[in-house]
């Protein structure tokens, strides 16, 4: 199967656009390894930012968010939800790991939810979304795309 150069290029530009976020919050270099999360947070700061507000911008992007099911590449799957009772907070579920995602302001337009605590980050453009590690520097799966983004 032949890719398009626009998914690569969108790819290096996701993963670009990671290591300034990184180097802009004075990140720590992390091993590449694969990606930890817990599906509930016990930690008091992880609680407090689950529950904090968000903005009047990020609840405009947050109407802009695709969810739903996604069928990536490899047959796997990407659920995003909307928290009830918690506008402008998603519930990403990757692999049995459940990400608190907000969305975050950008550039290009393109939606983008992010876990911070977790370092994960959902990036979706109109022909596909992809689950990025932000501490690894890494895709975790590419080429999802959700009933909207397949017609």
Not at 32 to 48: G, Q, R
Not at 88 to 102: I, P, Q, T
Not at 125 to 140: D, E, H, V
Request: a positive charge; proline letters at 6%; glycine letters at 6%.
């Amino acid at each position: 199967m032949i890719r398009p150069v626009v998914g690569s290029a969108l790819a290096a530009a996701a993963l670009s656009l990671l290591a300034v976020h990184a180097a802009a919050s004075d990140a720590k270099p992390v091993k590449a390894t694969k990606a930890k999360a817990v599906a509930t947070k016990s930690e008091p700061a992880a609680m407090a930012e689950d529950n904090a507000p968000v903005s009047p911008a990020q609840l405009a992007i947050a109407d802009r968010v695709m969810t739903g099911e996604a069928k990536c590449e490899f047959n796997q799957q990407v659920s995003v939800q909307p928290v009830a009772g918690k506008p402008g907070h998603f519930k990403l579920v990757y692999k049995n790991a459940a990400y608190n995602m907000v969305p975050e302001e950008t550039t290009t337009g393109a939606v983008r939810l992010e876990d911070k605590q977790a370092g994960m980050v959902w990036v979706q453009i109109p022909a596909k979304s992809m689950l990025l590690n932000a501490k690894a520097g890494q895709r975790m799966v590419d080429g999802c795309q959700q009933a909207q983004q397949r017609t």
